[in-house]
């Protein structure tokens, strides 16, 4: 398996402009989520879906930030409109649940900058 | 919500040294992993270990669940090793379906040649 997929790598956009990030989880997975990393936070869990359905969107900062999966080989995330203080690493990750073992696996990140 | 508290936070040491890295929890979790954030920002799955012990080559882990903590040892540490070590555990369960992955601060390791 290629592993969690993301995509882009590196996104710079003005502030203000709309910024979608996406993320293919492992296939087989039923579980994904979003985290975010910064120096001041670190590693925050922004949402999270169990079977295409999110759990606990607690995390999530603010109606600017919305994610969806509209199937299980697929999620955004959506920032409208984007500020300078959602620069950061947003990192993808996925797992199995209802099993003995239910290890995640991240995806490589997409570090957003904007200014 | 569940607490993750690494230390030291910071770690600097010889080449060829040992090391104890530590991972307290606030409250039991079902699910436990340490990870490896590389220089380049990956997170590298090092140890999923919810209890006992686990060996890969020169990096070791041991979770006591019942006392809600859990160690990664470091042996013959290499400059490849720098980087920040993350553990975390699982959250709460929803309907039978377990929870996040909380994170904590990290320890940040640097190996000295």
């Known amino acids: 398996d290629a592993g969690v997929i993301q995509s882009p790598r590196h996104e710079v956009t003005e502030m203000g402009q709309e910024v979608t990030l996406r993320c293919k989880p492992i296939s087989g997975h039923n579980s994904l989520f979003w985290y975010r990393q910064t120096m001041m936070r670190g590693l925050e869990l922004l949402i999270y879906?169990?079977?295409?359905?999110?759990?606990?969107d607690s995390g999530m900062p603010e109606d600017r930030f919305s994610a969806k999966m509209p199937n299980a080989s697929f999620s955004t995330l959506k920032i409208q409109p984007s500020e300078p203080r959602d620069s950061a690493v947003y990192f993808c990750?996925?797992?199995?649940?209802?099993?003995?073992?239910?290890?995640?696996?991240f995806g490589q990140g997409t570090r957003l900058t904007v200014v | 919500g569940i607490q993750v508290e690494q230390s030291p936070p910071d770690l600097i040491l010889q080449e060829g040294a040992n090391s104890t890295l530590r991972c307290n929890f606030s409250?039991?979790?079902?699910?436990l992993q340490w990870f490896h954030q590389n220089p380049w920002g990956q997170l590298i799955n090092l140890f999923y270990?919810?209890?006992g012990t686990k060996q890969n080559g020169r990096l070791s882990a041991t979770t006591v669940a019942t006392e809600r903590y859990s160690l990664l040892y470091i042996s013959s540490s290499q400059t490849t090793d720098s980087g920040v070590y993350f553990c975390?555990?699982?959250?709460?369960?929803?309907?039978?379906?377990?929870?996040?992955?909380?994170f904590g601060k990290g320890t940040k390791l640097s190996v000295k040649p």
């Open positions: 975390a555990g699982g959250g709460v369960f929803y309907g039978g379906s377990q929870g996040n992955l909380i």
């Open positions: 270990i919810p209890s």
């Open positions: 990750a996925s797992t199995l649940r209802g099993g003995r073992n239910t290890e995640a696996f």
């Open positions: 409250d039991s979790v079902n699910n």
């Open positions: 879906f169990n079977n295409n359905v999110p759990i606990d």
